[in-house]
């Protein structure tokens, strides 16, 4: 089977137990790891964990309007910045399971595909 994870949260936590288990009992696994403490604009990397295909995605956000404007438009660019991150990176047609470790804002852009 061919799962899809998205997560704001990967390495070292429970997404990456379940993920590395599936993937040793056959499955392939692809992440897409919007990750949130990551310096905003950082170049998205991606790799292989454990047979695990992990592509990591920066938030985007401006500072011109101050902390709010900072906190919202955060949330609004870094889910558009990882459905574009996606679809360049991972063939979204080919999975047949997605599994969510995300807050419902961050999930915006690339669960409409």
């Given amino acids: 089977m061919n799962i899809l994870f998205l997560t704001t949260k990967y390495h070292n936590w429970m ?5 590395e ?7 392939s696994v692809h992440v ?12 998205t990397r991606v790799s292989t964990v454990d047979g695990v295909k992990v592509v990591e995605v920066a938030p985007r956000a401006t500072r011109r309007f101050g902390l709010l404007g900072y906190r919202i438009s ?4 870094s889910a558009r910045h990882a ?13 047949h399971a997605l599994v969510a470790f995300t807050p419902a804002s961050a999930l915006a852009g690339p669960l409409r595909r």
């Fill in 32 to 43: 897409l790891l919007l990750d949130w403490d990551a310096k905003p604009g950082n170049p």
């Fill in 83 to 95: 459905d574009r991150e996606m679809a360049r990176t991972i063939d979204v047609t080919r999975f």
């Fill in 74 to 77: 955060k949330v609004l660019l």
């Fill in 21 to 27: 288990a599936l993937q040793k009992r056959g499955h």
């Fill in 15 to 19: 997404a990456s137990d379940l993920a």
